[in-house]
């Protein structure tokens, strides 16, 4: 099994008709994901890729049963189409919109507290359980099904590490990316607990960023959990110079914090296997394995 996701996981999309959502939305459906249809305000009742368009996300589950939804809406409209899914009590959420306003994600955040909603996002590349389901705008050629679950706040770096997993004929069960804005859904810790339970994942890839406090959050929990299984982190960013945003708007290290030495330390001394380049990720999570 996967986490969050399987062949049976029936995916809405918000924001259907738009180039962007058009484009990957054909892809999921070519792969082999249950899209069931789609919701734009104002383009209810029409078709598009041969399936239904709702007016709002509470049709939308209630005409197909979904339980996930795609969310390619535009920055300014994207936290209302997450809180309208809250609301839905849809189950999970991909949002690959980037830059949205940080007040408006805090709000998101809020509500997602005590809910029914987990939050992929924003600004992910998504999730794909191979050759199950694939939610977002990961690229697909280079993933094989195997037992290594992989968590990134890099979209880049997530695929050099699908494609070294692949090659070294571990596969992957899930891979995730948890978005590199300051305020986002899903964390390291979150997407650890899962694969951890997951009896198919054998070993988990952690690919960070300068920036936040994510690492730091993963390293006090594998130190407060014993791990069942073997950690690979990775974090990109060490020759980053300081208060310089680099690539996404959470990865900025300032006030002495959120530096990428520190984070690779934090996670060796919790036990994880650091990986000293982005080309030996997958032969350390190998070695880890076999360990």
């Known amino acids: 099994m996967a986490i969050l996701i399987d062949r049976d996981t029936k995916v809405i999309c918000q924001g259907f008709t738009g180039a962007q959502a058009t484009y990957h939305m054909e892809r999921a459906i070519a792969y082999g994901t249950q899209v069931v249809g789609g919701v734009v305000p104002g383009k209810g009742g029409r078709k598009h890729l041969g399936l239904p368009v709702f007016e709002t996300v509470a049709e939308a589950v209630a005409a197909t049963g979904a339980d996930a939804s795609a ?101 992957q069960s899930t891979s995730l990316g948890i978005g590199g804005d300051p305020v986002y859904g899903m964390g390291f810790v979150d997407c650890l607990e899962l694969f951890f339970d997951d009896p198919e994942t054998q070993g988990v890839v952690l690919v960070g960023e300068i920036g936040g406090s994510a690492e730091e959050e993963a390293a006090a929990f594998l130190r407060a959990h014993a791990s069942p299984k073997p950690v690979t982190a990775y974090v990109a960013g060490l020759h980053a110079p300081k208060e310089r945003r680099m690539g996404h708007a959470g990865t900025v290290n300032v006030f002495g914090k959120g530096g990428a030495a520190e984070k690779i330390e934090a996670l060796r001394a919790a036990g994880a296997h650091i990986a000293a380049s982005p080309t030996e990720i997958g032969e350390t999570m190998r070695r880890a394995l076999v360990r």
């Open 71 to 171: 969310v390619f809406v535009p920055p300014a409209s994207a936290a209302g189409a997450m809180l309208e899914a809250i609301a839905a009590e849809v189950p999970l959420l991909v949002c690959v919109t980037e830059r949205i306003p940080v007040l408006d994600m805090v709000r998101v955040k809020r509500r997602l507290d005590g809910s029914k909603t987990r939050l992929i996002g924003p600004n992910s590349q998504g999730i794909i359980a191979p050759g199950r389901c694939k939610i977002g705008v990961m690229p697909a050629h280079l993933e094989r099904p195997g037992k290594v679950g992989i968590v990134s706040r890099s979209a880049s770096l997530t695929s050099e590490v699908v494609e070294q997993t692949s090659a070294a004929r571990l596969g």
